[in-house]
C-alpha cells in the first residue's frame, strides 16, 4: 500500500513539473494564439475566453522570464549562457534554462526525501538537479563540436573543389550548406545569413569560431582571413589544412582506444562509492546511517568524497593528450 501511495505521489509530482515545464517553454502556438484572439468573432464568445485565456498565461510566462533575466541574468553571465547554449545546439533562450534548472532541482530533491525521507538526501538531491543540465549542456556542446569536427575535412574539400570551379568563397559557402548535414549545414547558414545582413567575412568567421569551439575550424579560419589580407592561392592552403585535419583524427582515434582503460577507471572510481552507499542505504538504513548522523561518519564520507574527486581528476589529465 505504502509503494503504491508513493508512485500516486511520484507521478503527481512529475505531471506537475512537466506541465510547468511545457507551459514555459511553447513557443510555436504563442503568435498563432494571439492571433485567433483578435481573428475570432464576437459570436464565439465560448472560444474566444479560451483563447483569451491562454493569451494571459502565455503573457504571464514572459513576464516571469523577462524577471529572472532581470534579477538573476546580468549582461555578462547572459551572453556567456547565451553562447554555452548555441554551442550545444539546444533551442532555448538563457531565461529557459535557468528556469528549467530550478524546475529540476526542486523536482530531484523532493524525488530524494520521498524515497529516502532523511533531509540530508535534499541537498544531494538538490546538488545532482542544479548540475544536470550543467552536465547536459556541456555534454551537448562535445558531441556537436566531435561532430561538426567529423565532417569539417569534407567541408573544406567542397570548399576547395567550388573555388577550384571557379566559385567566390561565398558561393562555396553556399554549397557547402547545400550538401552539408547539421550542424556544418547550421553554422555555415548563419554565416552566410550573417553576410547576407550586412557583415563582412571576417567577423561573421570570428562569431563562427565563438559559436563552434574547433581548434580544426581556428586554424581553418585563420589561413582564410590571412590569405585575405596577403593574398595567395586559397585553395592550395585549404588542401593543406585537410591534410593536418585528417592527419590529427587519426592520432586522436588511436590514443581514444588507448585510453579507453583508464577512462572507464576513472568513471568507476568517481561513481561506484556513491551508487554502492546509496544501494545500501536503500536495502538498509540502520547499517549505513550512521555514517550520516555521527561527525566521524561525515568526516570519513567527506574524506572520501575529496580523495574520490582527486582520483578521478589525475586520471582524467593521465588520460587526456593533446594532438
Avoid: C
Avoid at 12 to 35: H, P
Avoid at 248 to 267: D, E, M, N, P
Amino acid at each position: 500500500m505504502m509503494l503504491l501511495i508513493l508512485l500516486l505521489v511520484l507521478l503527481t509530482v512529475i505531471s506537475f513539473f512537466w506541465s510547468i515545464f511545457k507551459i514555459a517553454f511553447v513557443r510555436e502556438n504563442k503568435l498563432k494564439t494571439r492571433m485567433q484572439h483578435y481573428l475570432l468573432s464576437k459570436e464565439d464568445s465560448v472560444k474566444q475566453t479560451e483563447v483569451l485565456v491562454e493569451v494571459n498565461r502565455l503573457t504571464f510566462i514572459q513576464i516571469l522570464k523577462q524577471r529572472i533575466q532581470k534579477k538573476f541574468l546580468t549582461k555578462e553571465k547572459n551572453t556567456k549562457l547565451e553562447t554555452k547554449i548555441a554551442q550545444a545546439g539546444i533551442p532555448l533562450k538563457p531565461e529557459e534554462y535557468i528556469l528549467f534548472q530550478w524546475i529540476l532541482t526542486a523536482l530531484i530533491a523532493g524525488l530524494f526525501y520521498l524515497f529516502t525521507e532523511n533531509i540530508f538526501f535534499i541537498f544531494v538531491g538538490g546538488f545532482l538537479g542544479f548540475q544536470l543540465p550543467k552536465w547536459y549542456l556541456r555534454k551537448k556542446q562535445r558531441e556537436r563540436t566531435s561532430k561538426f569536427n567529423e565532417g569539417l575535412a569534407d567541408m573544406i574539400t567542397t570548399i576547395v573543389g567550388s573555388l577550384r570551379a571557379g566559385f567566390s568563397f561565398q558561393q562555396a559557402l553556399k554549397s557547402v550548406v547545400e550538401e552539408a548535414s547539421s550542424p556544418i549545414k547550421d553554422e555555415m547558414g548563419s554565416v552566410l545569413t550573417e553576410m547576407q545582413y550586412g557583415k563582412n567575412i571576417e567577423d561573421a568567421l570570428n562569431d563562427l569560431k565563438e559559436r563552434m569551439p574547433s581548434e580544426d575550424l581556428e586554424l581553418m579560419i585563420q589561413a582564410i582571413l590571412i590569405q585575405r589580407q596577403v593574398g595567395g592561392n586559397l585553395a592550395t592552403v585549404l588542401d593543406k589544412i585537410i591534410e593536418t585535419i585528417r592527419d590529427r583524427t587519426k592520432i586522436q582515434g588511436q590514443i581514444s582506444t588507448l585510453t579507453a582503460q583508464g577512462r572507464l577507471s576513472g568513471y568507476v572510481i568517481a561513481l561506484l562509492p556513491v551508487i554502492l552507499g546509496f544501494l545500501l542505504y536503500m536495502i538498509e538504513p540502520d547499517y549505513i546511517g550512521s555514517l550520516f548522523r555521527h561527525p566521524l561518519g561525515l568526516a570519513m564520507i567527506g574524506a572520501g568524497l575529496f580523495s574520490g574527486v582527486i582520483g578521478f581528476i589525475l586520471i582524467k589529465k593521465i588520460t587526456t593528450i593533446e594532438v
